[in-house]
């Protein structure tokens, strides 16, 4: 019910920059978290950050802390991750999802919906 679409990923050398967007709709009323993960190859997929689609608090995974930060905009239906100072580690393909309840932030089983992911590569 709830449909999400990533962009804004692409290659970029190690300390550069990349803003991702996600855009919603759908029944977009019933997002209570809107999430960024990533997952590289060979790995499972893990949190990089979070925030509430209302109120204002913001949820980062302590490999991002500093350098990413995740923002909104309700009247867009979007959510934003600003990455500064990107690493070679950072390189992953990165969702976006929506939480529609109460649940814990950084846990994938608490978002019900998912992008299709956006390939962001850090060169060395």
């Known amino acids: 019910q709830v449909h999400l679409v990533e962009s804004g990923g692409g290659l970029v050398q190690a300390g550069g920059s990349l803003r991702l967007s996600c855009a919603a709709s759908?029944?977009?009323?019933?997002?209570?978290?809107m999430g960024w993960f990533r997952q590289a190859p060979g790995t499972e997929r893990e949190f990089v950050a979070a925030i509430r689609w209302a109120g204002e608090s913001t949820y980062y995974a302590a490999a991002v802390q500093g350098r990413f930060a995740v923002s909104r905009d309700n009247a867009k239906n979007a959510v934003y991750l600003q990455m500064n100072s990107l690493k070679p580690e950072d390189t992953a393909v990165y969702y976006c999802a929506a939480a529609p309840n109460y649940q814990p932030y950084a846990s994938e089983y608490a978002y019900n919906y998912w992008g299709q992911g956006t390939q962001v590569t850090v060169s060395s």
């Open positions: 759908g029944r977009t009323l019933s997002i209570y978290y």
